[in-house]
């Protein structure tokens, strides 16, 4: 076994520092080869500049900037103000009262009709909201 791993050690050492020494470096200066068929005139040629465009009449006005629309925010998901869960998959509160918990929104059950509710203030004054004793 030591020399099956000694084995596979050395083959892939051996890969690795072969496969480094292929590198190809680009030499820092071109080099041109001249080619058979190239050849060079020796007459040069006048070369005239360009025109310079006319200039207008009028002062020039910048064309106005393109008004984008201001981006949409988006919108917050809509939820439901009464859900139906089953009893056994809410939580117990301290207090005794069963919550469901939607994504950062609590649920607190009505015993009075037995669905859940949105969170509202009025949901601690209310006694449909107090567990029966």
């Known amino acids: 076994m ?23 470096v680009p030499s ?40 984008k629309p201001a981006p949409k925010p988006e919108t917050k998901p809509e939820f439901p103000k009464v859900i139906t869960v089953n009893d056994n998959a809410a939580s117990k509160s301290v207090d005794g009262r069963l919550f469901y918990d939607v994504l950062g929104h609590r649920y607190w059950k009505n015993y009075n009709d037995g669905k859940y509710y949105l969170f509202d203030k009025s949901m601690y004054s209310n006694p449909d909201f107090k567990p029966p004793k």
């Open 28 to 67: 820092k200066t071109a080099t041109v080869t001249p080619a058979k068929n190239n050849t060079t005139s020796t007459v040069t040629k006048k070369v005239k500049p360009a025109p310079a465009p006319p200039k207008p009449d009028t002062v020039a006005v910048a064309p106005a900037p393109e008004e």
């Open 2 to 24: 030591l020399k099956r791993c000694l084995v596979v050690f050395i083959a892939f050492a051996t890969i690795i520092l072969d496969s480094c020494g292929k590198r190809n």
